[in-house]
Every structure is written in structure tokens, then in C-alpha cells.
């Protein structure tokens, strides 16, 4: 089943704790994004990939590292959360850049507390 | 960010037809999304135009006008599980920019 993967789902940490929401897709996928959902905000970009080894900031990149190693995954770090990154996180993924218009299609999503 | 505009709720009767807005910056565009939200899911692909004009599919439809900055998602013979929020977002260069979402509330 074609699909896009997030771990973990759910997680609440405390402040300063690095942590990894890792993301992966089965598709061949060229394009790879994270985006952070908040009330009232709607979905904000963090980073986007293009390829293996080709990663650009987002709208809202502050806090956030990612990498691209691999095709199929696209992990989003958190050096040293704050309670500001507190939100519900998405990773998706498309066979190109948003230029040709593909589907985007979006993991189910990681709820993260940072305290 | 790209002010990109649409309303926060709407509220219309099943079988009744409803009309979503979205207002975006012009500079830099290329193309615009529409996907739909149901609460507690992921957003789901729904249309992408990038030529001026109507682009109909089912009973939904989405419309572009380039020089003037604005979209709409026109949902027709509305049923119940179309209550969902409806994210619309526009691509430049290579990012994707999203609006706050409009969620639509249907009543029997």
C-alpha cells in the first residue's frame, strides 16, 4: 500500500531533550516536506527536499534540522525543543516539487508536547 | 508569509451548494491547491489549478483567476461528511504556502 509513515505519533517531552519524528515513503518520491499545524495558523512549511542530499528551509525553519540520505526518508530533529514547538506535525511527500502540480501526499501526522 | 486569505467557517444545509474563497499574493505564484481536512487527519488532495478558469470534478469544481489573486471551491449537493476543513495553498518556487483553513459545518 503506497503511503507515507510518521513515528512516533504521539509524543510529549520536556524542554531541551533532543529528539527525531522520523518519516518515510513508499512511492519513489522525489519531493519530501515537514509542516507544523496550529490553531488558527492552518499548516506552515518547515523544510522541503527535492532529492537525496537536497534539503531548503521552509516558512518556519527556527529550531528544526532535517536530513535526506536516503530517498525514502526524511527524519525532522529538534536539537533542543522549546514549548513554542509544541504542535501537530506532518511530513509529506509527492513525485515532484510543487511546480508540476503533483499530489501531496501527508502522513497521519505526530502530535508533540514539549513541557 | 504569502497572505494567503480564506474564511474561518461556514455553515450551509445538506444538498445546498457552498462556495470557499481564497485571496493570495500574486507575486511569485505558480499554482493553487485545494485539499480537504477531516478533523483529526491528514489533509487529502482535492484539485490544483494553474490555468484561469473552472476545473470541475464531481460535485466539486475550483476556479483561477492569475490577475486578480483568487481561487474558490465550489462544493455541490452537499452531504454530511463533507464537513471538514479545506486548506487552500499556493506553490512558488519550490515551497508550498498554506491558508488558516475554512471549515465547513453541513446541518441536516
Known amino acids: 500500500e503506497a503511503q507515507v509513515t510518521q513515528n512516533p505519533r504521539y509524543l510529549i517531552t520536556v524542554t531541551g531533550k533532543k529528539l527525531t519524528v522520523t518519516c518515510s515513503q513508499n512511492?519513489?518520491?522525489?519531493?519530501m516536506s515537514w509542516y507544523r499545524q496550529d490553531p488558527g495558523l492552518g499548516l506552515r512549511q518547515i523544510y522541503y527536499?527535492?532529492?537525496?542530499?537536497?534539503?531548503d528551509k521552509g516558512d518556519v525553519p527556527e529550531g528544526y534540522k532535517v536530513s535526506r540520505k536516503e530517498k525514502r526518508n526524511f527524519p525532522l530533529i529538534l536539537e533542543s525543543p522549546s514549548p513554542n514547538q509544541t504542535s501537530l506535525y506532518f511530513c509529506?511527500?509527492?513525485?515532484?516539487?510543487?511546480?508540476?502540480?503533483?499530489?501531496?501526499?501527508f502522513g497521519p501526522g505526530t502530535r508533540l508536547t514539549v513541557l | 508569509g504569502q497572505n494567503i486569505d480564506q474564511p474561518t467557517e461556514m455553515t450551509a444545509t445538506e444538498g445546498a451548494i457552498v462556495q470557499i474563497n481564497c485571496t493570495y499574493q500574486?507575486?511569485?505564484?505558480?499554482?493553487l491547491f485545494w485539499y480537504q481536512q477531516h478533523a483529526g487527519e491528514a489533509p487529502t488532495f482535492l484539485s490544483y489549478n494553474v490555468l484561469d478558469g473552472l476545473e470541475e470534478k464531481g460535485r466539486f469544481s475550483s476556479f483561477l483567476s492569475r490577475s486578480k489573486g483568487y481561487s474558490y471551491l465550489l462544493l455541490k449537493e452537499l452531504q454530511m461528511k463533507d464537513s471538514a476543513s479545506y486548506l487552500c495553498a499556493r506553490s512558488n518556487d519550490y515551497k508550498l504556502s498554506f491558508g488558516a483553513g475554512t471549515t465547513v459545518t453541513v446541518r441536516a
Open positions: 509529506a511527500s509527492s513525485l515532484r516539487d510543487p511546480l508540476g502540480g503533483d499530489t501531496q501526499y
Open positions: 512511492m519513489n518520491h522525489e519531493y
Open positions: 527536499s527535492m532529492n537525496v542530499e537536497v534539503t
Open positions: 500574486t507575486s511569485g505564484f505558480n499554482g
